[in-house]
Every structure is written in structure tokens, then in C-alpha cells.
């Protein structure tokens, strides 16, 4: 195996270990929303959703830019064997990310009741107070993330995600019946939706005591990488300062940008949504994203996996490497985004009854059927915004961003103002917007790189194989419920045997097609594996 190839093999399979474990985490988080939604109920339900729209933009303000800013920076340095200059910006990036969210922190605590009268939603100041430790704990947690990443092992970073979703999804359902029961008609649903935040401080001290504990048998490793190292410079606190800033400051823009859309449409809806079913649509429309954010989390860590070994290539100038890993890259995400887009379009309402029970299955199924193609598009640009970044363009995802919001904004605020559209003006944004930011990061990805994307196989065959998919996996959706009948435990068979039968049927279609092919199948996750499985059934050219 060639050192190239030997590097790309390498690339999939950390992609690979971090997106199993960050569908894992949030497979387990789908898993939870249920119980917990039915104990503290859809108006609960909805306040805590729009807890953590906040939560989150505040996390992007303080440190969730920090694994990747980490990531690249060191990975640069560590390219050229400048260990010193490495560990002294993870130094520096500790205490910065430690004061950046002991600051965010302190801002949303004692901001969170004008939060609460700006938003329109009542009961909002309890969740948001509960939830802010955990951003000072997360930009710490962000922080070793981002220099175990550097070393390109994405394990530490994939385990520690699972412990915490693990210990979020246990501590949130008790924690959610604990405060419902102690809790009265006045202030339940803040209550109920403070009970539920508990788990995600809790999920967070879990996962960083779990990388502390890393770190530290890291040590020994550490001090041998100091004893070799070949900088011919040591950097001053100066200028990784400036490292930092031009680094982390885009990125956060870029990401506040992208978070500021779901804050905004929340705000929105509440100011311009005049109906009383206000926090339950709100509700409803938070689970439909939740599971678009699945096959979503497969995009992000092969962004996130990809980001050192590009930054890698354009410091040694490998140019003709960087565009090989970005083409993978892409083709590996449309393989999979494609047939989950098509997956949940056809399975919509009968996967949201069987998650979601006690709410409206209906009204998110819907959803689902409409707004699913947002899986391909927010697929599509988080891969070409870590190609940017990679590229270091770093301020060009920022512009692309701050368009697509801008067009975002004006759509969703009078779709919610001139029409009855309701809550699915929300919807139509959520799939505007990803395919804005995609296309203006195509324009800049071929502009930057020189760089060209092969179509056939990497959009033209997984989009005809999911269509295929598609139409066998609604037939036997309608062949099994016809058979099985309509209640809950039905539901749920049918729904298992119709995931089964369009795995099958979206893995012969793929290679029947051609869209997969035997050289092709070292640069895909457990690609030697499935091509034994192809050999067997003839399919593999």
C-alpha cells in the first residue's frame, strides 16, 4: 500500500469511527427525547428546545469552534514536526477557551430572563440557568477534542461523545420526572424543561473527566514528541494569539451564522405565530430537526476528520492529494446522505410514531416528507466548508453563510407574516438555507482549488438507487401495514422490516449502477468488508 493510499485509509477510518459514534450518540438522544417528552409534555418540550437553540448559539460564541480552530492549528505545526510550537498553542487555547466560557456562562445566567421576554416564550429563564455551566465545560472539553484530532485519531473524541450522551440521555429522564413531580400548573412547563437540561451538564463533566484521564496516560508521549522536535522558531504568546483569532474568529462566525438561523426562526415563530399551539408546533417542528441531524452527524465528522489531513497537504503543498481526500470526501457523504433523505421521506410518519408516540406524528411526519432533501444540502456544505477551511479561506464560509441568513430571514419572516403556512414556513427555510450555503461553497471550493467534482457517480447514481429504494421501501411500507394493521407495535415491526428491506435494496442498486466499484472500495467506510459481501452476490464490477 502506498503512503497516499495508506494516508486516505486512514482518514476513512477515523471519518468512519467518529460518524458511527456521533450517529450512536444521537441515535441514543432521539432514543431519550421520547420518554422525556412524554413526562414533561409538548409545551415543556418546546421550551427546551428553544433552551438549546440558545445553549447552542452561546456554545458557538465561546468555544465550539475550538476542536476544529485546535485541530488545524496544531495539525500545521505538527506537519513540520514543531512540537513545541504545537503544545504551546494548546496550552494558550485552554486558558483562552476556559475565560471565553466562564464569561458565556456568566452572560446567559444573568441574562436569561430578558432572553425570556425577548423570545416570547414564558418559563424560558429556569432551563436556560440550568444549562449554562455546561458551556464552560464544554469549551474545555472542545479544547482536548481538538489536540487529540490533530494527532488524526478521532477515537478519544468518538468514546467520549457516546459516555456523554449516555449519561445525558439517564440523568435527563430522571432528572425531567424529579422536577416534573415537584413542580405545579404555574411553572411546570419551565420546570419540566429545566429537568431535561440536567442531563447535558451532567453528559459533559462525564466526557471530560473521561478525556482528562486520556490526556494524562498521553504524557509520557508527549514528552517524547518535545525531545524531536525540528522548529527552527518559538512561537510567542503574540503571535498564537494572532494564530488563534485568525483562526477561531471565522469559524465562529461561520458557525454563529449557521446556528443564528434556528434562533431566528424560533423568534420568529414566537413574535409572528399567533396561534396558541405555539411552543407545541415548536415542539414538533425541534424533533423533525433532530432527526435530519442524524445522517447529518455522518457529514460532520468526516469535516471533521478531513480538516487535519487537508491542512496537512497544503502545508507540505501536496496540492494533487488535497483535491484526492476533498473527492472522497464528498462521494462518501452523497453515498450515505442520498438514501437517508429518501429513507425519511418515504418512513416520515410512521418513524416519527414509532420515536414519538404521545405527540403529533402527523403534522412531523409531514415534515419529514417535504423538508428530508435539507439532509443532502447540509451534507453538501459542511463538507465544503471544512475544503474551505482547509484551503484556508477561512473567512469565505462566513460571507457564504451571512448570505444565505440574509435570504433565510427575509423568506421565513414573510412566508410567517403574508401566508398561513404556519409553522412550515420554518420548514422551508431549513431547506433554503443549507442549499444556499452549498452552492456559493461550491463556487468558492472550484475557485480556490481549481477544483472540479465528479457528477455520475457521486450524485447522479446514489440519487437514481435511492429513488429506487424509495418506491420498493413505500410498497412494503404499504404491503406490511396492511397486513400487520395500525397499532403502535405494528407500526414499529413494519417500520424495522421496511429499514432492512431498504438497506438491501439501496446496497444491490448502488453497485448495480455503478456507483460503487471495486477500486472505490478502500476509500469507503468498511468498504473491503461490503465489497466481500458484493463479490458473493456478482454485483461488484
Known amino acids: ?110 441574562a436569561a430572563p430578558q432572553i425570556e421576554r425577548f423570545s416570547g416564550y414564558e418559563g424560558l429563564t429556569l432551563p436556560l440557568r440550568v444549562l449554562s455551566p455546561t458551556i464552560f465545560v464544554v469549551a474545555v472539553t472542545g479544547t482536548m477534542r481538538g489536540f487529540f484530532q490533530s494527532r488524526k485519531t478521532m477515537i478519544p473524541t468518538a468514546v467520549s461523545q457516546v459516555i456523554e450522551q449516555i449519561f ?88 454563529a451564522v449557521y446556528q443564528a438561523s434556528g434562533i431566528i426562526d424560533g423568534t420568529l415563530f414566537g413574535r409572528l405565530y399567533t396561534g396558541d399551539d405555539k411552543k407545541v408546533l415548536v415542539s414538533i417542528y425541534s424533533k423533525y430537526r433532530t432527526l435530519i441531524n442524524v445522517p447529518n452527524a455522518i457529514s460532520s465528522a468526516m469535516a471533521s476528520s478531513m480538516i487535519p489531513t487537508l491542512v496537512s497537504f ?60 435539507a439532509v ?22 462566513v460571507v457564504n453563510a451571512a448570505v444565505s441568513l ?21 420548514l422551508i427555510g431549513t431547506v433554503t438555507f443549507p442549499l444556499v450555503v452549498c452552492i456559493l461553497n461550491w463556487i468558492s471550493v472550484g475557485r480556490f482549488a481549481d477544483y472540479r467534482q465528479e457528477v455520475r457517480t457521486t450524485f447522479l447514481i446514489p440519487a437514481a438507487a435511492s429513488a429506487v429504494m424509495g418506491i420498493i421501501t413505500w410498497l412494503a411500507h404499504m404491503l406490511t401495514s396492511k397486513l400487520l394493521g395500525g397499532s403502535y407495535t405494528s407500526n414499529f415491526v413494519s417500520v424495522v422490516i421496511c ?14 449502477l455503478g456507483g460503487l466499484k471495486e477500486k472505490d472500495m478502500p476509500d469507503f467506510p468498511m468498504g473491503m468488508r461490503l465489497a466481500r459481501i458484493a463479490r458473493k452476490l456478482r454485483i461488484l464490477r
Not at 410518519?349 to 406524528?361: A, C, G, N, V
Not at 414573510?414 to 401566508?419: P, R, V
Not at 432492512?500 to 448495480?512: D, S, T
Open 1 to 110: 500500500m502506498g503512503k497516499n493510499q495508506s494516508k486516505s485509509s486512514n482518514f476513512i477510518k477515523q471519518g468512519t469511527i467518529l460518524a458511527a459514534a456521533s450517529v450512536l450518540s444521537r441515535i441514543i438522544g432521539l432514543l431519550y427525547r421520547s420518554p422525556m417528552t412524554a413526562i414533561i409534555g409538548d409545551d415543556s418540550n418546546g421550551l427546551y428546545s428553544y433552551a438549546f437553540e440558545v445553549y447552542s448559539f452561546a456554545l458557538i460564541l465561546s468555544s465550539y469552534s475550538m476542536p476544529l480552530a485546535v485541530s488545524k492549528l496544531l495539525s500545521a505545526k505538527f506537519a513540520k514536526k514543531e512540537y513545541e510550537n504545537g503544545y504551546r498553542i494548546f496550552k494558550l487555547a485552554m486558558i483562552y477557551a476556559s475565560f471565553i466560557g466562564a464569561l458565556m456562562m456568566a452572560v446567559i445566567f444573568f
Open 168 to 255: 445525558n440521555a439517564a440523568v435527563s429522564i430522571f432528572a425531567a420526572w424529579l422536577f416534573v413531580r415537584f413542580s405545579n400548573e404555574g411553572n411546570r412547563a419551565g420546570m419540566g424543561a429545566a429537568g431535561g437540561t440536567m442531563g447535558t451538564f451532567a453528559g459533559a463533566v462525564t466526557g471530560l473527566a473521561f478525556l482528562i484521564f486520556l490526556f494524562a496516560a498521553y504524557m509520557p508521549r508527549m514528552r517524547l514528541h518535545l525531545s524531536h522536535d525540528c522548529g527552527t522558531h518559538d512561537d510567542t504568546a503574540s503571535e498564537i494569539g494572532k494564530m488563534l483569532a485568525v483562526t477561531i474568529l471565522p469559524i465562529i462566525l461561520s458557525q
Open 314 to 373: 497544503r502545508a507540505l503543498g501536496n496540492h494533487k492529494a488535497f483535491k484526492a481526500k476533498l473527492a472522497v470526501a464528498v462521494k462518501v457523504n452523497m453515498v450515505i446522505a442520498f438514501p437517508c433523505a429518501v429513507g425519511l421521506t418515504v418512513l416520515g410518519t410512521p418513524i416519527m410514531r414509532m420515536l414519538f408516540p404521545s405527540t403529533d406524528y402527523i403534522i412531523s411526519g409531514r415534515m419529514l416528507l417535504f423538508g428530508s432533501i
Open 376 to 397: 443532502v444540502f447540509y451534507a453538501l456544505s459542511t463538507i465544503t466548508n471544512a475544503a474551505l477551511q482547509g484551503l484556508d479561506k477561512m473567512n469565505r464560509p
Open 406 to 426: 440574509a435570504f433565510h430571514v427575509a423568506l421565513v419572516a414573510f412566508l410567517l407574516k403574508f401566508t398561513n403556512l404556519g409553522i412550515y414556513a420554518l
Open 499 to 512: 429499514m432492512v428491506i431498504a438497506v438491501a435494496v439501496y446496497f444491490i442498486m448502488i453497485f448495480l
